[in-house]
Structure formats: C-alpha cells, structure tokens
C-alpha cells in the first residue's frame, strides 16, 4: 500500500481539489500522510495564474523526481501536459484539472492524462476543524484577456444546490462550524436542474443545522447584484465580507483587460456594499503593470484604492501567459517601473488597512474560535464575521465555539481579543 504526500499550490480551490484527491485515494486505498519523508508518492497540486507559481513549482519538481515517485497534478499540469513529461522524464503522471477523483488509477498506471476525464466529486477528505472549503463552481467564462484560468479549468460549470447541501451537512457532521464556498466567479452561479442563483444557494445554505458562517469567494464585479448585497446584509450566517477584484482603476486599462465594468461602476457596487451592510470588510486583487499601463492610469488605481478603503488588497505584477488574448499585447511596462508603482501602491494600502483595522479596537465582535495560534500556544485565534484575525487567552476559547470578544489591541494585522462574560 503505497503512502501520498500532497503538496498543494495556488489558490484555495487548489486546496479544497487536494482534499478531494485525498478522498479518492483513500477510498482506493492508499495511505495519506501530511509528512513528506515516509510518503512513497508525492502529488504535488499546481498553480498556473503567474509565471512566477510555475516556476515554483518546477523547482519542486526538480526536487521531488529525485527521490520519490512524482505525480504532477492540477493547472500546470493541465496547462503544459506532456511538455513537463518531456523536461521531467522521471515524472510518473502528468494529471490535468478533470482527473482529481481518478487518481488511483493514475498511481497505478502511469502517463499523461489531460484531455477528457470527469468532473466525478467523491469523498472530500478534510483534515478536520472549524472552517472548510467547498468549492461550489469550477471553470471560467470570462476570457479576463490577462489570465490563464478558463483555458487550464475550463467552461464555467456549477455543481448542482442538492450536492452542495449534502456536503455541508456532511461537514456539520463532521463537527464545522464555517463553509467557505469556493467558484472564481461565484456570481454567475447557476444550478442547471432548479434554477438557483448564487444567492438561492447561499439561503438554502443557511437553513443547514450545524453551519453557523457561510463565506464565499471570489465575486466578480461585473456580476455581483443587489440581490446577494441585501441577503448578506439581512442573513445573520452570510459573513459580511466580499473578496472583489478590481485589477485597475482605470477604464482603458480595464477595457483591454476585458473585465466588463468601469471604475465608476465598480465604486458604485461598493458603496451600495457599505451603505447596506455594516462593519463590511471588502478586499481586492490589482494587477500592476498590464500592457500599455501608463502612469495616469496607475494614477486612477492609487485614486480607487484611496477611495474605497479596502481592508486588504493582493497585488500581483502582470506577467504575460501563454495562449491568452493579452499575449498579443506588448508586454510594455519595464519591470523596474512594474516594482516601483507595486511598492507604492503596498505602502498605501499598509496605511489604510491599518486605519481600517485600528477603528476596530475596542469595539465587541463574536469571534468563532478556529484552533491553536501556531506561533503562541497560549492564544487561540480565531475570526470574526468580517474576517479579522483574533488572538485570544484563557480556558474558555474553545475550538468551534463563539466567543464575544473585545478587540483591545491591533498588532500587526491581527487582532488581540478579551472575552467578555
Ligand atoms: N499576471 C499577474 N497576475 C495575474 N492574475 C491573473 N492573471 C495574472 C497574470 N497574467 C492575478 C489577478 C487575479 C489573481 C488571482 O491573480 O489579479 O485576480
Ligand atoms: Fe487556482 Fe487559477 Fe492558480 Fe489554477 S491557475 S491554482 S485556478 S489561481
């Protein structure tokens, strides 16, 4: 029987596709173990958004083929196929992103799999706590010109409401407290059998027993409706927090990136965000430098994130990927200049997320209490509906439960919290 190692990459669903390869090998079984050096296989789950994660992942690779059995797996693998086979011949399979509930098969036999497979979704294997993934949609209809996402996921696809609801019973079951339902656009959800929209999931959702928060990401601008704002304003388990990629400020550059809205429309889903929904956190994503960026459109993104006040915002410096429409697009803006408008626009964001998170302290939240501090045994951390992190002390913070809790001090990003009888 042979022992797994997985080694994930890449997104959240990346994480929640681990989960679900460990669920089918276990069912086949194999043996999953979370340490590498008695695993006789290792998986290693791959990411193909930037060039910078390939990369990453090859030097692992590298790594990896040396000593152990090694199955490629995910969008990398999807994305390059028998071309990793050919510079890693010691790879053992190569499994694109259709294959995850199949790997057993895989193990056994070898070779390149990335055209065909199914979209079967097993036993999810998780490794148990608070808070699970759940990924509710696969695949992209969007073409961002920018991204590799549609061509190594594929169409956009949702899972039907009747499955979702069985897994999270499941996982209520199994003791979580919070689901984070998972699609990279999960907007433009839609069960093909009834009809439900995202936001008649998420309601069919809350009546789970057991499932006190639902989270979800990532929503899209252009599709995010007022419908889902007043659920989550109106929903005490729909956790007010949207994760809504800008990627610009500026609306030439947002043309050229094919993302469907303007920067006005963006601030206006935004306010109407703030103005029904308190103590909302919204965060973001921001490509810097995409071709033919130009100084007064990096102007209107320093503009935008001054404007909306995002609680955190991940920033990515364009790189060019192969088979999108961008590849076309001179890749025009030098890389020193890339890394000078990125650091600009970090060090104002630190600013306001700091402003933003320091109007928090000493205010009441319910914190739901996920585990252990890795880096203090003496503190539990935990979360609160809008997604602060929170240490807390003391004997009553127990895993799984919500505590309220005051926020007596800001450190770093995080929160210290005091429970409140
Ligand atoms: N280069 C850099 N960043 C990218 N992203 C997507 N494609 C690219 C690319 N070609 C970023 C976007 C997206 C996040 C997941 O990754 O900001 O929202
Ligand atoms: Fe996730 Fe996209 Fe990276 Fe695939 S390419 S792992 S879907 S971020």
Do not use: W
């Not at 979580?176 to 990279?184: D, N, R, S």
């Not at 990629?245 to 206006?268: C, F, H, I």
């Not at 319910?366 to 807390?392: C, H, P, Q, W």
């Amino acid at each position: 029987m042979e022992r797994v190692f997985i080694k994930t990459f890449g997104c959240r669903m990346n994480d929640y596709d681990s989960q679900r390869m460990a669920g089918a090998l276990a069912e086949d079984g194999y043996i999953i173990t979370e340490k590498e050096e008695e695993a006789d296989v290792v998986i290693i789950n791959t990411c193909s958004v930037r060039g910078h994660a390939e990369d990453r992942a090859m030097s692992h690779i590298g790594r990896y083929v040396k000593g152990k059995k090694v199955v490629v797996a995910g969008c990398m693998a999807q994305n390059l196929g028998a071309v990793l086979k050919k510079q890693f011949p010691k790879i053992f399979a190569v499994a694109g992103t259709l294959y995850f509930s199949e790997m057993g098969r895989i193990l056994r036999e070898g070779g390149v799999f990335t055209s065909g497979g199914t979209e079967e979704y097993k036993t999810v294997l998780r490794k148990g706590g608070v808070s699970g993934l759940i990924t509710i949609m696969q695949g992209c209809d969007n073409y961002c010109s920018y991204c590799i996402v549609p061509y190594v996921r594929g169409r956009e696809r949702s899972r039907p409401v009747k499955a979702i609801i069985e897994e999270l019973k499941g996982m209520a079951g199994e003791g979580y407290k919070e689901a984070m339902f998972l699609g990279q656009n999960v907007n433009s959800y839609r069960d093909r059998e009834s009809g439900a929209d995202f936001t008649k999931l998420l309601l069919a959702a809350c009546e789970v027993n057991g499932i006190e928060r639902i989270r979800f990401m990532t929503s899209h601008p252009k599709d995010l409706n007022s419908r889902l704002i007043d659920a989550v304003a109106a929903e005490e388990k729909l956790c007010p927090h949207f994760h809504l990629p800008v990627q610009s400020g500026s609306d030439s550059v947002l043309k050229r990136m094919n993302r469907g809205y303007t920067a006005a429309e963006y601030l206006a889903k935004t306010s109407n965000i703030r103005e029904k929904i308190k103590d909302v956190s919204i965060t973001t994503d921001i490509l810097i430098g995409f071709s033919g960026e130009t100084e007064e459109d990096f102007l209107r993104t320093v503009e935008l994130v001054e404007e909306v006040r995002f609680d955190s915002a991940y920033m990515f410096r364009y790189s060019v990927r192969k088979g999108t429409d961008a590849e076309k697009f001179p890749d025009d803006v030098p890389e020193e200049e890339k890394l000078r408008r990125l650091n600009y626009l970090l060090d104002l964001q630190k600013k306001i997320g700091e402003d933003v998170n320091r109007a928090y302290v000493g205010r009441e939240f319910d914190v739901l209490v996920l585990g252990e501090s890795e880096k203090d045994r003496a503190f539990m951390k935990g979360t609160t509906a809008n997604n602060k992190r929170v240490y807390i002390g003391g004997v009553l913070a127990v895993p799984g439960v919500t505590v309220r809790a005051g926020l007596t001090e800001l450190r770093g990003e995080s929160f210290i919290g005091e429970i409140k009888k």
